[in-house]
């Protein structure tokens, strides 16, 4: 019922820029948080960024300086602003959102399908 859709992925040259965005719909009541993780081939997933609700700001320390989260509440999209991309960067990026249905609820964290970036000279 709850949908996450990233876009924005493809292919770039090291120390490029891309931006990645994302839009959750369905029955959602209140967002607690949302973020962008990476999983490279052969690596576990990891976090990239994620931002609260209230506008707080979580990085890896390797994208901390060159990467930038944001978010719309009323929109429930949040983008990711990536700069001086490097080899290491390459993965398949994720978009969660952490969310509660109905006042008074439980959250619970959905996923999207994700969206390739190749960053390759």
């Known amino acids: 019922q709850v949908q996450v859709v990233e876009s924005g992925g493809g292919l770039v040259q090291p120390g490029g820029s891309l931006r990645l965005s994302c839009v959750v719909s369905?029955?959602?009541?209140?967002?607690?948080?949302m973020g962008w993780y990476r999983q490279a081939p052969g690596k576990q997933r990891e976090l990239v960024a994620t931002?609260?609700?209230?506008?707080?700001?979580n990085y890896a320390d390797s994208v901390k300086g060159r990467f930038t989260i944001s978010g719309d509440n009323a929109k429930n999209t949040v983008d990711l602003q990536m700069n001086s991309l490097k080899d290491e960067d390459t993965a398949v990026y994720f978009c969660s959102a952490n969310y509660v249905s109905h006042s008074g609820g439980w959250y619970t964290t959905a996923w999207g399908q994700g969206t390739q970036v190749t960053v390759s000279s």
């Open positions: 931002i609260t609700r209230g506008g707080d700001t």
């Open positions: 369905g029955s959602i009541f209140s967002i607690n948080f």
